[in-house]
């Protein structure tokens, strides 16, 4: 059974940091592209960051540009997204996600599988 494992939410001040990790079990995902989103209340799921199956390549939305990194380490089959410098509109669940092909998409319609959720709470 495939997996993906979300951790490493919580709450934070503004200004603060979070490193989320997603761990992929049931099989390796060395050959696809992966990506966060997240989802506050009320709100549709929104793209976060994505990252192509070499890591050679990343793309965030515009709104975390400069704070959050998205990293990947294959021999752990685990993705990474490093958030800096909080701000309290970036409370929200956050979700990890794999595709079936290489390369890197912002639609969540182009996910094949999903974690469960980590919550990010920022208070101001």
């Known amino acids: 059974q495939v997996q993906l494992v979300e951790s490493g939410g919580g709450l934070v001040q503004a200004g603060g940091s979070l490193r989320l990790s997603c761990a992929a079990s049931?099989?390796?995902?060395?050959?696809?592209?992966m990506g966060w989103f997240r989802q506050a209340p009320g709100k549709e799921r929104e793209f976060v960051a994505a990252?192509?199956?070499?890591?050679?390549?990343?793309y965030n939305t515009d709104s975390v540009k400069g704070r959050f990194t998205i990293s990947r380490d294959d021999a752990k089959n685990t993705m990474y997204m490093q958030m800096n410098s909080l701000k309290p509109e970036d409370t929200a669940v956050y979700y990890c996600?794999?595709?079936?092909?290489?390369?890197?998409?912002?639609?969540?319609?182009?996910?094949?599988?999903w974690g469960q959720g980590t919550q990010v709470t920022v208070s101001s």
């Open positions: 996600a794999a595709r079936m092909y290489t390369s890197l998409r912002k639609g969540h319609y182009d996910y094949n599988y």
């Open positions: 049931g099989r390796t995902f060395r050959n696809n592209a």
């Open positions: 990252i192509t199956w070499n890591g050679e390549n990343t």
